[in-house]
């Protein structure tokens, strides 16, 4: 996805037994009209462009293109309490926002589920801290000079450095794997793949071995690690949300258990997946 791209979902928000949204979008002629609230969406200060998901109706969830500058749009920054997510966060508020049919992309229940459980974009965002915390390791390791040699030369911080490359490269072909599970459902029955919830398999390995990986990161700064002033502190601070975010790792290894046991949790009614 574009950077300037962001996804307007409410993760805060408990499962409802309602089966519509409560961003709603109404066709008239040849646009839709919404209305409704997005809170806690990651880069809403910086995006351009802004996917929502919302009830079209009879038609069941579908997601909408809504440029930032559609009038009826207003972009607001999250509640205090709200701020623990990667990157900047903003609410969404939609007062008769007029867009295009065409900005329409999916108007399939059955869709809108897949799409939001198959696609692994918390470990994709999970990634993207540990490379941030990496990279800026690297960084420092080839300007600080202690010793009379840069540190990245000592084989105590290389051999650190080395690791972290290690975890993020692995954790990046899991979520790549999964990706591409999600866009091949039929990779299972011509076992292309195995069967098992590649998903949850990639954010657990993400968010455990990312998480070891910026703390080693910011080990490589020494005693300004700990510093506010310095980017460590926000990378393992982002990095430890993701142990618990979504349905939290230990939760998503019981789950990864029960494939192992093939056991099939019962199906939730379509109007309870559609549901914020």
């Known amino acids: 996805?574009?950077?300037?791209?962001?996804?307007?979902?409410?993760?805060?928000?408990?499962?409802?037994?309602?089966?519509?949204?409560?961003?709603v979008a109404v066709r008239s002629g040849d646009a839709w009209i919404i209305n409704g609230r997005k809170d806690r969406v990651i880069g809403a200060s910086q995006a351009a462009l802004f996917a929502v998901r919302a009830s079209l109706g009879d038609k069941g969830a579908g997601t909408l293109l809504v440029p930032r500058d559609t009038p009826g749009l207003t972009v607001m920054p999250s509640a205090a309490d709200a701020r623990w997510q990667h990157g900047a966060c903003g609410a969404l508020v939609l007062q008769d926002?007029?867009?295009?049919?065409?900005?329409?992309l999916a108007a399939d229940a059955a869709l809108f589920d897949r799409a939001g459980r198959d696609i692994p974009q918390d470990a994709a965002i999970n990634l993207g801290i540990g490379r941030a915390a990496y990279e800026a390791a690297l960084d420092y390791a080839q300007l600080r000079v202690q010793g009379g040699r840069r540190i990245i030369e000592h084989q105590a911080i290389g051999a650190k450095l080395a690791e972290i490359a290690v975890r993020l490269e692995v954790a990046r072909a899991a979520i790549w794997q999964a990706a591409w599970a999600s866009d091949h459902p039929d990779a299972v029955a011509d076992r292309s793949l195995p069967d098992l919830p590649l998903t949850t398999i990639a954010g657990v390995f993400a968010a455990e071995a990312i998480y070891r990986a910026v703390k080693d990161a910011a080990e490589c700064f020494g005693a300004m690690g700990v510093m506010r002033d310095m980017p460590p502190h926000k990378y393992v601070h982002d990095a430890r949300a993701c142990l618990h975010s979504g349905v939290g790792v230990s939760e998503a290894k019981l789950r990864i258990a029960e494939a192992l046991a093939r056991y099939r949790r019962p199906a939730a009614p379509a109007a309870v997946l559609a549901a914020e």
């Open 1 to 23: 996805a574009h950077r300037d791209t962001a996804l307007g979902i409410n993760y805060h928000r408990p499962q409802a037994n309602d089966a519509r949204f409560a961003t």
């Open 97 to 104: 926002c007029r867009v295009p049919a065409e900005n329409c």
